[in-house]
């Protein structure tokens, strides 16, 4: 079996999961990363059987490790990538034959790396919502080849003034991505390949658990409503797309809404990257859960008094609104939690607990992040854990010299 044939791994178990994690990786000093290769295997084959035939594209944001990336693609039910960067699309188009950018780009050099590359031409589709953004990419290489795009839908549900869902494309209307389909067909140097729509208030809001003020079964009711509307905007925007290109994809969802994405008979197929590490920002939905695939581990450098032991490092907060969710959360040993007065620090984590008296210093307590692919910008490398042995180390993004943004 090579190191990341997820294919090959042996199944999952939750019971001793951590102890295993922690025996196999007992040589290694903290801070560090490590992932389970039977948990990433498991979450893939998941998230494979929720989408019920429809096909998966992988959001690398959610990975930043190539190694990973890879291992994933191989799986049946997953093609092509959505990146976020057109300098990481060109560096991914080396290897990856279908490469979504998710995001706009106002990279000139990129794109006229891209303008250059025949194979990343054939390769890479650029995102789109306006006449302006094509306008900057005429200005930044003029008289280029012919570039593909994709035009957002904007996802959000709307109900009056309220809105849920993040703030993306302005493009809400069938007809409005109509017109702009108009007129990138009528422009020389561009063929509109695809449509995405990206509801992130049903992918990545937890369904099982309070969100602010709003219960969770609130939370639902505003799903459904979302779900049951997008799908009756998406499918006539992209009847009017149609009319004027032949459309290769139509991409929607994410981790948390596979199977309502699914069921859309408009969508071709499913964008979504986080269930594969399954970071603890997932834990809370009630039709899957994932295995805990990615974690990292911090050692315990000081006793400041009884009942409490200091960490070193672990400020790795997610990014987004400032509340709770963002912050790690203690996944092994239990009875520990982050001391609410200092919480997760740059340089050090004080925790507390009936067990802080039983660790020693040396000892590792095992962390979980919030959002599954920011982890992989604090650390040159992911030690592959199989069984109870590290089996290989795959560098990150950030371990072969890149970075996101």
């Known amino acids: 079996m090579t190191p990341l044939d997820l294919e090959a791994a042996r199944p999952w178990s939750a019971e001793h999961h951590w102890q295993r994690m922690d025996a196999a990786t007992a040589g290694i000093d903290g801070p560090f990363a490590a992932v389970s290769l039977e948990a990433l295997a498991a979450n893939a084959r998941d998230m494979v059987g929720r989408a019920d035939g429809t096909t998966l594209r992988l959001a690398t944001k959610s990975v930043r490790s190539r190694a990973v990336i890879e291992a994933v693609l191989a799986t049946p039910g997953w093609h092509g990538v959505l990146a976020a960067t057109l300098p990481e699309a060109l560096w991914l188009s080396a290897t990856v034959d ?40 005429d200005a930044a290489i003029p008289g280029h080849p012919e570039i593909r795009v994709a035009i957002e839908l904007d996802a959000g549900f709307e109900l009056g003034r ?21 007129a990138v067909v009528a422009r020389g140097g561009f063929r509109l390949v695809g449509i995405m729509s990206y509801e992130a208030q049903v992918a990545g809001v937890q369904d099982g658990r309070r969100r602010g003020g709003s219960p969770a079964f609130m939370v639902r009711a505003m799903q459904r409503r979302s779900a049951a509307d997008l799908r009756e905007r998406r ?48 834990d809370g939905y009630r039709s899957f859960r994932p295995a805990p695939a990615l974690a990292f581990a ?33 996944a092994w040993p239990p009875g520990l939690r982050i001391d609410p007065g200092e919480g997760p620090g740059e340089v050090q984590t004080p925790v507390r607990g009936a067990t802080a008296d039983r660790l020693r210093l040396g000892d590792r307590v095992w962390l979980r992040h919030a959002k599954a692919g920011e982890l992989c910008e604090r650390t040159d490398a992911l030690h592959l854990v199989a069984g109870d042995q590290v089996i290989s180390t795959l560098p990150t993004y950030r371990g072969e ?4 943004l």
């Open 162 to 182: 309220w809105r849920a869902g993040v703030l993306r494309s302005p493009l809400r209307s069938p007809q409005q991505l109509g017109g702009l389909a108009r």
């Open 98 to 137: 279908d490469v979504l950018l998710g995001y706009p780009t106002m990279d000139r050099t990129a794109l006229r790396a891209l303008a250059v590359d025949d194979r990343a031409l054939e390769r890479v589709t650029i995102m789109i919502d306006s006449v302006e953004h094509l306008d900057q990419i």
């Open 401 to 404: 010299g890149r970075k996101l």
């Open 235 to 282: 499918a006539a925007a992209v009847a009017a797309v149609r009319e004027v290109a032949q459309l290769e994809f139509v991409n929607g969802g994410g981790t948390g809404s596979i199977e309502s994405t699914a069921a859309d008979p408009s969508v071709t197929e499913i964008g979504a990257g986080s269930g594969v590490f399954g970071a603890h920002l997932f």
């Open 298 to 330: 911090l050692p315990v450098v000081r006793r400041p008094g009884p009942g409490i032991v200091t960490l070193l490092g672990g400020g790795w907060v997610a990014s987004g609104p400032r509340i709770v969710d963002r912050d790690p959360v203690i």
